[in-house]
């Protein structure tokens, strides 16, 4: 399904809309959204979310297309299927809106984000904290004699589980990026 | 063509550009370069007003008695803070206005200039888009664009903020573009797979109903006509909402009146026991549906809209249509001729069978009085004396607002300005000067209650200098009266700051203001005394002294559905539930 018909509100052609659409199950979504890089074009979709009573788990934005003037948005949104309807009918509403995307209904799509995690501590800590990330795949980007500024990506279930593991181990601050996302395959 | 011109010239010339002939504005500080423009020129009228709400407002009544987009000009801070009631109104209305607000110059913005407000700030969750201009080179497409997103898809209200250095800087200014050249452009079609699947739906079902709202007169004169000729040709009953009071004439035979919390019995019963409702323009608003999980339970539901988010934003719907109004009537119309043109007779007449039981309810009857006027007698009264002129009607908002809405009957779409959806008491009387203004010839009566007349009453002020003669017919009871009633109802009849004391001698404050006042209190005079308005040429304010404790019937009360309908007084008491209490 083209964003076009999402942004127009026909929905209805997607498979995943089979689900019964006023049930009251909450679903997790990841929206992309792509708008022109403009003053104040994030405060009207923060606003939208707000104004409305709707919620935002994760957001990221930055410009994707620097001729193009334009930006990406993704957001982690959670609410019942009519919630999440509205959510990407309301944000197609948005004048500076281009494209409105649901990654989590129109097929595959990939999610990473970003995290950096300071963990100080020193001795048998120290070296379990530098085996952990090891495993997770995460890089030290900033070292000093009692700490470490770890670098990780990845799901933001795994950043979760890297972090649960670095609290005993002398967590002391975390900086998250949010969830970017795009949809797998060729379009 | 291109051309070198300051910031404030290229304000007027765009609004000339765009065919604008009528603003309403109040100037300032920061909109100075921009009246001065407006001196130097004649294409444009600029009518003052008495505070800008009422500028607002005035827009609003032009766009929603002309179909053209109506224009505002405030200066910076408190003049665009003042406009926000209106900016708001329009947004729930879909009444495309455009707002110019001034602003301080780009280089003290942020530093709490005099009278500075962060405008797009302010005014983003009630505009449909604003615009803060930095670049005079940029003015001239942003101005354009503005007229372009106010009237197009569904239509709304815009502000443009523009600093005043803005105003002075020198840029080049261009015509509108030629054609649509614009991305936002929604789609106006509706999808020819469901509409057919509509078209079935009418063809078999055995109790439909039309439900329409203000989307049919957004949607233009063209989207009245074919809406009557699909009303003929299916011989389905047919309501309206208050805001799509005139799309469909009074007069016509399948009109079963206005729906809704104080719409007629047989229209909430037909919607109620319908098999198929067919939503045109409307938005189920909770003024229309009552209790949502009782509402309209055994039907098949279309609903036409040009904005999808309307679609299932309250009410699940079987076949959802995204698309302008007209264009889908046409198409459903093409259908149904094509498929050769099929209704189930039968049914039907026994559906209207019953809508006439309904009928015979009577639902608008009322006990009649010869001493006091009754503010139903009066709405018919002056129905029976105006409803042949070229009459335009506008209100404020409360009791005289669903009277009117009841006993008034409307012929054609764009006749009827009321604040629908923000329910702004203070509305009418604005309104009524911009009707005026697009109208000059028209009978334009504000019907008005004296607590929501009082509330922009400076606006008599505007009427006198241009020379409207907006005609105020206030219902005074004394009393907030829907307030009033709602504490009848739910609060044990403890009337906390429901009534005012102090209210001016309106026929003397008439006389103040330079203008005519009349005093009606007998309702034998009622007559004479409505001529006499009409026949005044120039603004007056009628005080017609009405029945103090009349409440507005039929009624819906809040938490109950369609079928639970209060008739009168005997029935309405402990009506309204634990539940329905919390709703307004």
Redesign the interface.
Known sequence: MNALQI????T?HSAYNLRP??SDVQETHTLAVLVDNE??VL??VI?LFS?RGYNIDSLTVAEVDHTGHLSRITVVTRGTP?VI??IK??L?????V?EVHDLTTEGPSVERELALLKVSGDGDKRVEALRLADIFRANVVDSTLSSFVFEITGTPEKIDAFADLMRPLGLVEMARTGVAALARGIA | MTRQMTGAKMVVQALRDQGVDTVFGYPGGAVLPIYDEIFQQNDIRHILVRHEQGAVHAAEGYARSTGKPGVALVTSGPGATNAVTGLTDALLDSIPIVVLSGQVPTFMIGTDGFQEADTVGITRPCTKHNWLVKDTNALPGILHQAFHVAKTGRPGPVLIDIPKDVQFASGTYAAPPKGSTYRYNPQVKGDMEEITELVAALETAKRPVFYTGGGVINSGPAASQLLRELVEATGAPITSTLMGLGAYPASGKNWLGMLGMHGLYEANMAMHDCDLMINIGARFDDRITGRIDAFSPNSKKAHIDIDPSSINKVIPVDIPIVGDVAHVLEDILKVWKARGRKTNREALSKWWAKIEEWKKVDCLSYKRSEGTIKPQYAMERLEALTKDRDRYITTEVGQHQMWAAQYLGFEAPNRWMTSGGLGTMGYGFPASIGVQMAHPDALVINVAGEASWLMNMQEMGTAVQFRLPVKQFILNNERLGMVRQWQELLHGERYSHSWSEALPDFVKLAEAFGAKGILCKDPADLDDAIMEMINHDGPVIFDCLVEKHENCFPMIPSGEPHNKMLLGDASTKDAIKEGGAVLV
């Open positions: 942004k127009k509100g026909s209805k659409q006023f003053a104040g405060a009207r606003g104004g009519q309807e509205q009918a309301q197609g509403r948005i004048i500076p281009h």
